[in-house]
């Protein structure tokens, strides 16, 4: 992809089951998430991707510790610009992100060069910070993302306090979703907006859940009030996400 570092933004942990409280963990550590959005070559497609895909889980399993990894392809856009289909890689922490990518660039060798084949991608890396943790491995499911703003006189931290605040309304609703805020850190342009709001379910039922406690049942009154004068975010974006590789 050619400008769109951040379209698919995201390092996701994606809930396995319910997310688990928030307040003990909002502590402002970043934690470093690369995202690779891409477009296919001509006459290449989803098929090209699936021995890669393989192959990539093989690579990692001799190679990277504490590495997770999702496939994400857009399901309800509007207001980005077009991709085909998006990477995204979490670490633990940069130190385990430096020295990983120092063997992906000098030893992965044919398993990089069947990406390099099918896809045109960008690569950026944000700086993650958990709202609310899920529980369970990494998974697959549903995730959003909204581009989001702080108001005059906010700080990240005011904005962190905020989304907690929400995390935890849907929470005690019985209908969370797994959250983070992610800044742009390297490759990321001039972007127009200070970070993401991410949020992620395990199943369309279970955003669908979160949509009617949100929607219908009190939830988006409440999610205003707390971030109001903090921060202001776009519509989200929903894409589906498949773990391809599991942190062994």
């Known amino acids: ?119 045109d991608c960008s690569h950026g890396l944000m700086a993650s910070y958990t709202v609310l943790e899920p529980e369970g491995g990494p998974g697959g499911g549903v995730v959003w993302f909204a581009r989001c703003s702080l108001d005059d006189d906010s700080s990240m931290a005011d904005a962190m306090a905020g989304h907690t605040t929400v995390s935890d309304m849907m929470v005690e609703m019985e209908a969370p979703g797994a959250s983070w805020m992610f800044a742009p850190s390297l490759g990321g342009g ?6 993401y709001h991410v949020a992620a379910w395990p199943s369309y039922p279970a955003l669908g859940k979160a949509f009617e406690a949100y929607m219908n049942g009190g939830g988006i009154a409440r999610a205003n009030a707390a971030m109001d004068d903090v921060s202001h975010c776009s519509s989200p974006n929903l894409y589906d996400a498949v773990n391809i590789v599991a942190a062994p």
């Open 190 to 195: 001039d972007a127009e907006f200070d970070y």
């Open 1 to 119: 992809m050619k400008s769109v570092t951040y379209a698919i933004t995201a390092a996701l942990a994606l809930a396995g089951a319910t997310a688990a409280p928030s307040s003990a963990q909002n502590a402002m550590n970043a934690q470093p998430v690369e995202l690779y959005a891409c477009t296919f070559k001509e006459g290449k497609g989803f098929g090209d991707l699936e021995n890669a895909n393989k192959d990539l889980k093989k690579w990692a399993s001799k190679h990277s510790r504490g590495y997770n990894a999702w496939m994400i392809t857009p399901q309800f856009r509007a207001g980005e610009e077009a991709f085909d289909v998006g990477f995204i890689g979490a670490y633990a922490n940069a130190e385990q992100f430096g020295s990983q990518m120092d063997k992906w660039v000098n030893e992965s060798g044919d398993v990089s060069q069947a990406y390099v084949d099918a896809l």
